[in-house]
């Protein structure tokens, strides 16, 4: 089965720091990357995304980084704010598959 | 422009008993694909529907079906309810084909089978 592996489950920051997640994919077949912000009681936002024909990618705050090589991309949330405790969930999506989720990790900033 | 919505938001139903989960996607987006969300599994693709036709569908039984309407909104119904059924079910919506277009999430339903 295609999978993403998520890696930390769990991640607990000080406010300001640098919170990274990272996920690794098997399927070279693979050609779009989004993370996903989800809160208690809500569907999953999309937050960034990303596609293999560029190293990085960033939007305020939030950078992805995409390593086609080693079929690996993370999630860096620069300055992390107590506002962005929330679960994140990376996916993976080849032609008209749907997505693929890693597991999803629990961030919580510490004020 | 307003969200995905679904519903109905929670649901309650007896094991043996089928369900219809109903999403309306955004303004304009013709694609709609259903997930399952359970704390065990995680996130998992049911399927995608595009101009009222299914494009591809994920690894669960022919108890799950859905369909989608020629105004884009999309149903999908569960016969036959088990246990193991109880999840959120969460609808994603596209501009166009999903290869080409990003997903929009619903705030999904939450289905509890007893």
């Known amino acids: 089965q295609q999978q993403v592996k998520q890696s930390p489950q769990s991640l607990i920051v000080q406010k300001g720091g640098i919170s990274i997640i990272n996920c690794a994919y098997e399927?070279?077949?693979?050609?779009?990357f989004p993370w996903y912000q989800q809160f208690p009681g809500k569907g999953p936002a999309l937050l960034i995304a990303?596609?293999?024909?560029?190293s990085e990618k960033k939007e305020g705050r939030f950078t992805i980084s995409f390593n086609k090589s080693a079929k690996q991309f993370s999630l860096h949330i620069m300055d992390s704010q107590p506002g962005d405790s929330a679960t994140y969930f990376c996916a993976s999506k080849g032609g008209a598959d749907g997505l693929t989720f890693g597991k999803g990790t629990h961030l919580i900033i510490q004020p | 422009k307003a969200g995905v919505t679904q519903t109905p938001r929670y649901l309650i139903k007896t094991r043996g008993q089928q369900v219809t989960l109903s999403c309306s996607p955004i303004s304009g987006h013709r694609s709609v694909s259903w997930y399952q969300q359970t704390p065990g599994q995680g996130l998992q693709f049911l399927f995608e529907y595009f101009s009222e036709t299914q494009r591809n569908k994920g690894n669960f039984p022919g108890r799950f079906s859905g369909r989608q309407f020629s105004n884009s909104r999309s149903e999908m119904n569960v016969s036959t309810l088990e246990l193991g059924d109880s999840a959120l079910y969460l609808c994603a919506s596209s501009l166009g084909p999903t290869e080409a277009s990003e997903q929009y999430f619903g705030p999904g339903t939450r289905l509890t089978v007893t």
């Open positions: 399927n070279t077949a693979f050609d779009y």
């Open positions: 990303i596609r293999p024909d560029v």
